[in-house]
């Protein structure tokens, strides 16, 4: 299962039920309130009937990340996705850098890259340290198997 590092980094939506990119359902059994009226009910027997498809999750909420990918998910996708953001971390922390060093002060003032927040400028550019970087390549890289 994908760290809880990912899951801190990339969870920004929670809640009761979530449809995961793999187009299973994932729900929070373990939460009593906040149903609607049999809703609860009709996907707990769903889950008897298509336990492939309903996954039930002795959890208060479930989390679902800007991807698409649910907390609890038996998919594997965040494991998926995690083992490309290590296995190329070096080429996306370059990437990061050459944006943000192509970027000029007027355009800088006017609005950050698509995608790249003032925190990630500044977290980006932090790390672009020559001690920071061999210290992040030297992190053993997942198989790509």
């Keep these: 299962m994908a760290s809880e590092a990912f899951w801190a980094a990339f969870s920004d939506n929670g ?5 995961c ?3 299973r359902t994932v729900f929070a059994s373990g939460h009593d309130g906040g149903w609607e009226i049999g809703e609860q009910e009709e996907l707990l027997r769903k ?3 298509k336990p492939d498809k309903y996954i039930p999750i002795a959890e208060d909420g479930v989390s679902q990340n800007s991807i698409g ?5 038996p998919c594997g996708s965040a494991d998926r996705h995690e083992a490309f953001l290590n296995n190329h971390r070096t080429e996306i922390m370059d990437y990061y850098r050459r944006v943000i060093n192509a970027e000029t002060p007027e355009s800088a003032a006017r609005s950050p890259p698509a995608g790249i927040g003032q925190r990630d400028k500044a977290q980006c550019l932090k790390s672009s340290s020559p001690s920071k970087t061999r210290e992040l390549a030297s992190f053993p890289r997942q198989s790509r198997g």
Excluded at 15 to 19: A, I, W, Y
Excluded at 69 to 73: E, K, N
């Design 69 to 73: 990918i649910v907390w609890g998910c």
């Design 47 to 49: 889950a008897t009937e």
């Design 15 to 19: 809640g009761l039920v979530r449809d």
């Design 21 to 23: 990119i793999c187009g």
